[in-house]
């Protein structure tokens, strides 16, 4: 099995079976966690189990998918190693793979960025037309941390054919909406709401139900970030640090696409809660404090900005000091902006697949108003 489709394996960061699908120190089922979990017994470590046929199935549909539509990679063996390869009698670019030759035309324009030095993820609860009042789609946003452009949108809504344990049930109970305004007790709230999941990846976040007879389907968001930060890794596979929102699986789904990195020790993961209330301040962060938080009594790290706040955990091994130049600020600016536009803000007046294509269709604006100003 390639590993860009790997699920179902030790996601301990310093464990020798960390991203590895097959080990000899791996069982499973093992249900000491009250859910079907994979055992490694190297450093005790218990993930949940996936469908990994469904998934791959599912996941490798997508990727060609993505690749079609971008051009960034080969749909068929998500190569990098692409040239151009004349025009369609209609006078579009059409595009060779060097690995397997396969030739194809892609729907956008074909538009090099530089490669990131740190990506910044966060999730958005965006609402939608669906079965009923109230319905909600979880999207994931990536950011290139530092030129602040938006390097892939994706939502849990999927246009293919997805196995029934890739997709989400809403049970009718969500976590709470009231968010602590002490930044040291939201963290320790998020990490109690973790405890109280099925299981640690299985979020509630709310309703979910496509119109009737509307084509797609609605996927756990555990599985669209597995499918999200794939997408990245074959964009952007020599990416080393990861900057995430408070999100157990988000850092699950990281470390997961980019094991042969961490495996080895050249990848840094870090969860952030911010807390700006000054976002033109420009002095020094100051380190205020360090506490241990949640089942895995995680190293956060509290700092001060005037009357800014924000709590940092490094995940795996870098500089601590470097807590002081971690932010999700690029992911802030945007939501500032989107939250401006009608299309957005009129979302619940369309389709689950259509308010997806509009997310992708504004983050492709703002790259390039991004551009003109830079």
């Known amino acids: 099995m390639s590993s860009l489709f790997t699920i179902n394996c030790c996601k301990s960061f310093g464990c020798h079976n960390l991203g590895l699908a097959r080990s000899p120190d791996y069982t499973w089922p093992d249900y000491r966690l009250g859910y079907a979990a994979l055992h490694c017994r190297a450093c005790g470590s218990n993930p949940p189990l996936f469908n990994d046929a469904e998934f791959r199935i599912w996941a490798s ?20 190693e692409i040239i151009r390869y004349g025009h369609n009698p209609g006078g579009t670019q059409r595009v060779q793979c060097l690995h397997c030759k396969k030739v194809w035309t892609p729907r956008q324009q074909l538009t090099p960025i530089d490669p990131p030095e740190q990506f910044a993820t966060i999730p958005l609860i965006v609402p939608f037309q669906g079965a009923s009042a109230d319905q909600q789609l979880y999207v994931l946003l990536s950011f290139d941390a530092i030129r602040g452009n938006v390097l ?15 997709l989400y049930r809403w049970h009718g109970m969500g976590e709470s909406a ?14 109690t709401e973790f405890l109280r999941r099925s299981q640690f990846d299985e979020i509630q976040y709310g309703s979910a139900a496509l119109k009737r007879n509307a084509s797609g389907a609605v996927l756990r968001p555990v599985i669209a970030a597995h ?9 952007f596979p ?22 042969d990195l961490f495996r080895h020790r050249r990848g840094a993961l870090w969860f952030v809660e911010e807390d700006i209330k000054d976002t033109a301040c420009s002095a020094p962060w100051q380190l205020l404090g360090k506490t241990h938080q949640g089942w895995w009594q995680n190293q956060w790290q509290l700092w001060g900005q005037s ?10 091994k870098a500089p601590l000091e470097k807590g002081a130049t971690v932010t999700l600020a690029a992911s802030h600016r945007f939501i500032t902006w989107l939250k401006e536009q009608p299309e957005f803000t009129h979302s619940a007046l369309f389709s689950a697949g259509r308010v997806t294509k509009i997310l992708a269709s504004l983050a492709r604006k703002y790259n390039a108003l991004l551009s003109l100003t830079s």
Not at 61 to 80: I, R, T, V
Not at 179 to 189: A, G, L
Not at 241 to 248: D, F, K, L, R, Y
Request: aromatic content about 8%; overall charge neutral.
């Open 238 to 259: 020599e990416v080393a640090e990861h900057i995430v929102a408070h999100e157990c699986f988000l850092r699950g789904a990281v470390i997961t696409a980019w094991a």
């Open 178 to 191: 009231d968010i602590h305004n002490d930044i040291i007790q939201r963290v320790n709230q998020r990490e």
């Open 307 to 316: 009357d800014n706040r924000k709590m940092v955990c490094l995940l795996t």
């Open 61 to 80: 549909a997508g990727l060609s998918d993505y690749a079609k539509e971008s051009g960034h990679f080969c749909p068929a063996c998500y190569q990098k």
């Open 227 to 235: 499918s999200h930060f794939r997408v990245l890794k074959t964009r």
């Open 152 to 166: 892939h949108i994706s939502s849990n809504f999927t246009p293919h054919p997805a196995g029934d344990s890739l």
